[in-house]
């Protein structure tokens, strides 16, 4: 299947910031979105505002650090819509700290949700998708995936494994099965608010004074998705103009 029309595509973190974005505009153009997240009082409205727009969109709570409620959510997914086309792994945390702060639970909390949550996401998908004979995983890593920085060493090591993770996975499935990496620079989203550091939250708000709409990574997904089923766009970078990295 190719374009966006009809698809069914499951995106986890996605009661705000880039799920959120990309969810409204995948619906607009015709997809089938399932909404997961912890939140789900912001799932609730957004999925009212989906269908307010003429849009198809349900909910589920999900925690990506729990096997069996990734498990549980693409089975509601496709025990209501029949098939998952496209898995959106986009719930992350960004908890920045120098090393020497010793935030040991803010460290496995990034490993917990920004690895084990995509690794979910595909041990999930995976066989549903062999069975249905073909898909995508989109799995967002940032720039941070790229190149490390001074209070993000724990962060970047995570998302330098999605990176990791999702060419491993890529060459191993082949056939009809698309692997995508999508890698923001800053973006507007509630991720800073998760730093409890005082220096690395005052460091992050000057960095983001150039950050970019979350629809602007949205709209990289969807041109991810929309490629013919032949192509696979295995990563795009999607950063301010602006940005000096």
Same mark, same amino acid.
């Given at each position: ?129 062999? #069975?249905?004979? !073909? @898909? ?8 941070? &995936?790229?190149?490390? *920085?001074?209070? /993000? ?17 890529? #060459?191993?499935? !082949? @056939? ?8 923001? &620079?800053?973006?507007? *989203?509630?991720? /800073? ?53």
């Amino acid at each position: 299947m190719s374009g966006i029309e009809g698809k069914v595509v499951a995106i986890t973190g996605a009661s705000s910031g880039i799920g959120e974005a990309t969810a409204r505009l995948l619906a607009r153009r015709g997809a089938h979105v399932v909404l997961g997240a912890r939140r789900t009082d912001k799932l609730e409205v957004l999925t009212g505002a989906i269908r307010a727009e003429g849009g198809s969109a349900r909910y589920r709570p999900l925690d990506v650090t729990r096997r069996e409620d990734m498990e549980a959510f693409i089975d509601f997914a496709r025990g209501a819509l029949g098939r998952v086309d496209v898995i959106i792994n986009n719930a992350g945390v960004m908890p920045l700290s120098m090393l020497e702060a010793l935030k040991v639970d803010e460290w496995n909390r990034m490993i917990d949700v920004n690895i084990r949550g995509v690794l979910h996401g595909i041990a999930a998908g995976l066989p549903v998708m062999k #069975q249905q004979g !073909g @898909g995508q995983f989109i799995n967002v890593s940032s720039i941070g &995936g790229h190149r490390v *920085s001074p209070t /993000a060493a724990v962060y970047c090591a995570t998302k330098f494994a999605v990176m990791a993770i999702s060419e491993g996975l890529r #060459q191993e499935v !082949g @056939g009809d099965i698309r692997v995508t990496v999508i890698s923001p &620079g800053v973006t507007e *989203s509630e991720l /800073a608010e998760s730093i409890s550091d005082p220096t690395a939250r005052e460091a992050m708000k000057e960095y983001r004074r150039i950050s970019i709409p979350a629809d602007a990574v949205a709209r990289a997904i969807l041109f991810a998705i929309e490629q013919p089923a032949d192509v696979d766009t295995s990563e795009i970078i999607v950063r301010p103009t602006a940005s000096p990295h």
